[in-house]
Structure formats: structure tokens, C-alpha cells
């Protein structure tokens, strides 16, 4: 099956050539050879090769985290001698010819028989599978250019193949049994499935190679065949089993998560607890290898499980009532830069006895901050209590940090995992330093400003504890079970696609309006009346506006759409570029100065323009 592909794509460019002399003759060829796909010929010793059958074939996998032996057994392929030949142009002056094919659809059944083992870290879990394979190639397309030679007895050589663009519209494997079925059988089918198409792109030279080679000599076997006479060369296919497969960072993070699944799968679910046999692994083994395997996800993100790199990360705004100490006031830390949470240790992973509970102990050496702060209110200086009314540059370093948390792990019916809850234990740290630049314009008074809040700090956190805590809960519990559907092939909400895609909805709507939906036009919007009063001495005065016409709202443009981190919120930055409002108003008022009085009454058209608004949709989480 592998090399009729190969086969037809020169074969049947063959066919489509000109009338020329040449031309005529290898299209006699192809022709004949395609009717011999179907039919075979024991006169020239062609088998049957539509449907194209293989005994058996032995497969060694030696990819790091596997290593298994397949047999694949029973093969039938069926549909190679559907290809039809879109294009077939011979160079001028050459015997080159240009040459494109498609091949509507191959499908292929047969049986497969696996053992190995799938090894995570220190986790080793047994690889078995045996059972019907099927896989179904469709659309495939492919352009080359192909070197032919006229032989004296004149049969056709192929002198050499040079690949051009080639692809499919799709391609599906699955393997049933895998894993013993069900839901990990066809959680590893999904992962093979997505793992093909990454394997073939990143190997595409590898594959090129191959067809101006192996291919070329397996053309030339078969033409010499059709000619009645036996090839000189028979087809080498070690080629084919050799090294030299290149394995792209992204295929590589896709064999790490499906062997991840294959070990989660391995354990034995019972009851509200899984028991592990000696050799499968438990949930702390579990979570310690989960965990190594999310710090380096901190530092990259894993965009198809909508997970944006944590190392850095930019926290929004965090608000904190200062009112300890000489303190009175509030500050707010604004689009702080995180960077060293990545470098945490798996000091500890325990089960509870009894329960899916783990006890995690870890250790940070540094957390860095950097962003900008803003504060309003007091402190008392000595004698003096001078306002705070500041903004500026914020540095924040937090070392030696050690924390021990609660994490009850829910195993779900199809075999994943959720966090179902996490509770914070006791942490602590050696020292923690603020430098807030700027606080009351800098100079000797924001130095001891500094100094003094330096001081209560560590209190103000102490005094938030409960706080933090309860945002800490959120974020790994929310973040980490993202990570884990990920893992389980469960696709996750990418809600920053989905603001993007209703922002461009709703300006659609803005324009023409939503009449299934009772949504008028808003672009422009019309405004019949708008009343407006004001008594202030010295006027007493009515003003109506009325025909307004508002336009230009739908040109907004989302300048900065982005998820915050651990929730199901979206922070959003709008600009419109420009506002134009038309309308009537109708004055009457009354001016009194003294005894003076006398009347201002003007009616007539009103226009305004509203040039670049912009700023903040949302912006705003509480996270202490």
C-alpha cells in the first residue's frame, strides 16, 4: 500500500501526456498498468494491486516515552486505481514532464497485535492492544516532475523523480481494543489522529526522498514488467523501516501526553479511590509527574489547550486597603509582570489513606514583580501627615517561599481527572521587599515612606491571608483542571475566540440589526427626544434636544483582548476612532441678575464630534 501510492503519482502523470510519439507510448503504459492494478497478470507476475494486500508486517517503536513491537497482519487497501491525472505538461526541449494527480480515496482494513510500554519519569505501564485496524485516506493531491527515458526496444525508464507540493484533505486511523477500548481507546485513537498529520509535515523531506528513490525504482520494476521483461533492479524498502524520522517538538509533546493518558488509564479505578497494583502508578506519582511536566507548560503555554504562558505572567490590577501603622489608604498594582513561579520544587506529594487527597509540599527560591502602582490616602511622618496621591513604578521580591496545600482529586467515570477542591495550608516565606518609586515624589519623605511600609507589610499580608488564600484556591484549581481536560482531549472554552467572534457579530448587528433577535439598527442610532434641565443661579433653563442621529460606534476596534488567568473573565480595551452626533435643540431660559431679568430662547441644528475614544471595558478583579 505504501508504494502504490508512490507508483501512481509518476505512472499516471505518464498517462496524461501529450500525443506525441513518446507520449503515446506512456500512456499505453499507464493505461495498461491501471487495468493491471485491478485485474493483475500472472503472465508478467503482477499481482492484484487494487485491493493491494500484505501479509503481515513487523514495526518496532522506539520513541521516547515508548518503546513496542506491532504486527500488523491481514492488510487490505482499496481505491489506489481511482486516481485521476489533472495536469500533464511536457517541458519543451526535455523529456521532463510536469505532472499532478489525485487520488479521491483510499481505505484500509486489516488487524493489529501491540506490546510494549509507555514509561513517564519513573512510571512504566504496559502497552497492549490487539484487534481491527482501519484508516482512510481522502483528497490526496501531489505534484512532481518526472525524467523519462525511451528504451531502444521501446519500453519507458524513469530517470529521476523530483517531488513537488503534496497533501489530503483527510486522514483517519483507528485502532479498536486499543487499551481495552472504551474511553482511553478512544481518547489514544484521537491523539494518534492528531499525531499522523504532525508526523507527516515535519517529515516531509524524509517522505520526498523516499518517492524519488525507493518510489522511482518501484515505478521502474512494474514499467519494466508491463514491457515483458524483468527489471534489472529489484526495490529496496529498508529505506523505508530506517532512521532518520524527525520528530517535531509538537509531535514529541503529543507522545508525552498520550502516554500520560495510557498511565492514567492503567490504574485501576475502585470505588471513590483507585488501588494500584505494583506495577501501575498511584495518584501521588501521578501528580508528581504532572507537575514536573506543568512547569515547563508555565514557561511555553500550550495554546491547543488554550493555556497562555504563567512564566511571566501579567496580572491586571490588584487592589489592597492599607490601613495599618501610619498608613491610611488604598493602593492598587496594576499590568504587574510575574516572573519566577515556574522554579517551584516538588518538595513532597502524599496520599491521604483513604481518600484520592494529596498533600503537596513545594518550595519557590524567588517571585519577582514589576509593574506600576497607584495610591491615594495618608501616612504619618513624625509630626507631619502629608497626602498620598501617587503613581509609579512597583518591584516586588518574594524569597524563599514554602507552601503545603490540600488537593482532593476527583476521578471521573471516563478515567480523567478533575481537582475538586484545593485547600491552602500553611506557607511562609524568608523575606519579602516592596519598592513603590515615586511615593510621595521620591526624595527623603518617600524613602521613609518606603521604609515605613516595608515595615507593616509583611502585617498587611498576614492580615489578607484568608484572601489570598481564597484567590490562590481559584487559580490553580481552574488553571490546573484546564490543563487536565486538555490532557483528557476535552476541548476547552478559548474565550478570547469567542469575544472576538461575537464583538465582530455584534458590530454586524450594530449596522443592519438582528430582526430574529428584535435588535434594531444602532449604527447610526436615532434618539427621538433627550430633556435637560439646569436651575443655578443666575439661570433657569429647559433644553430639548431631539432627531439625534449617533454614528460611527460600529468602527470600534478591540485593541487588547485577553483572558485572565484562572477565571472565566476577559479583560478588554476598546477604541473608536470617531463619534459624530447630529441632532435639533430647542433652548428657553430665563436669566435673573439682580432686578434684571430677560429670556435666552435659540432653536436650530446641533452637531458634535467625538474624536479616538478609548480605554477599558473591563479591567477590574479583586484578587485578594
Known sequence: MRITGTILVVLAALAA?????????????????????????????????????ISEEKLNINASPFKANIVVDGIKGIGASGFKITQLQQIDGTSKVN??????????????????KAKIGFISVKLTGDGPLTATL?????????????????????NGIQMGDWGYDKLNVQLKNVMGGGVIGNTVNTLINTLAPTLINSNRKKINNLAETTGK?????????????????????????????????????????????????????????????????????????????????????????????LDPAVVEKVPMDVKHGPFDAKIVAIDSE????????????????????????????????????????????????????????????????????????????????????????AWSYESIHIQLDNLLGGGWQGKIANDLFNEIFPTLIELDRPKINARV???????????????????????????????????TAMKSGREDLNIPAMDPATIAQIALSAKRWPVDAQLIVSNISVSGASDFELTKVSQIVGTKMVSLEITVPTINVQSNYDLESLVKVGFIRFNINKQGPMMYVLLFISGPLFRTINYF
Open 17 to 53: 501526456a501529450q500525443a506525441t510519439e513518446l507520449e503515446d507510448k506512456i500512456l499505453k503504459s499507464i493505461q495498461g498498468f491501471q487495468q493491471i492494478m485491478t485485474e493483475g497478470s500472472a503472465a508478467l507476475n503482477i499481482p492484484v494491486l487494487d485491493p493491494v494486500t
Open 99 to 116: 505532472m499532478a494527480l489525485e487520488l479521491p480515496k483510499v481505505d484500509v482494513t486489516g488487524t493489529y497485535d501491540i506490546k510494549g
Open 138 to 158: 481522502q483528497g490526496f493531491k501531489v505534484k512532481a516532475v518526472a525524467d523519462v527515458k525511451e528504451n531502444s526496444d521501446g519500453s519507458i525508464h524513469i
Open 217 to 309: 525504482d518501484f515505478i521502474n520494476h512494474y514499467l519494466d514488467a508491463v514491457a515483458g521483461k524483468t527489471s534489472l533492479k529489484k526495490p529496496d524498502t529498508s529505506a523505508i523501516y530506517a532512521g532518520g524520522w524527525t520528530l517535531s517538538k509538537e509531535a514529541q509533546q503529543i507522545l508525552d501526553r498520550l502516554a500520560l493518558e495510557i498511565v492514567i488509564a492503567s490504574s485501576d479505578n475502585s470505588g471513590s479511590a483507585r488501588a494500584f497494583g505494583n506495577d501501575t502508578p498511584n495518584l501521588a506519582d501521578l501528580a508528581t509527574k504532572l507537575l514536573a511536566d506543568f512547569k515547563e507548560v508555565m514557561k511555553t503555554g500550550r495554546p491547543d489547550f488554550n493555556i497562555p504562558v
Open 338 to 425: 510575574v516572573k519566577g513561579c515556574s522554579d517551584f520544587t516538588v518538595k513532597n506529594v502524599a496520599q491521604i489513606d483513604g481518600t484520592n487527597k494529596l498533600e503537596v509540599t513545594l518550595e519557590l527560591p524567588e517571585i519577582d514583580i514589576s509593574g506600576k502602582f497607584e495610591m491615594k490616602g495618608k501616612v504619618k511622618i513624625g509630626v507631619l501627615t502629608p497626602k498620598i496621591n501617587d503613581q509609579g513604578p512597583l518591584a516586588l521580591t518574594i524569597k524563599g517561599l514554602n507552601l503545603i496545600a490540600t488537593v482532593d482529586v476527583e476521578v471521573n467515570d471516563d478515567g480523567s481527572y478533575d481537582l475538586k477542591d484545593v485547600t491552602m495550608g
Open 473 to 507: 484556591k481559584v487559580l490553580a484549581q481552574n488553571v490546573i483542571n484546564q490543563y487536565l481536560d486538555g490532557l483528557a482531549g476535552k476541548k476547552s472554552a478559548d474565550f478570547v475566540a469567542q469575544v472576538k467572534e461575537v464583538s465582530e457579530q455584534f458590530r
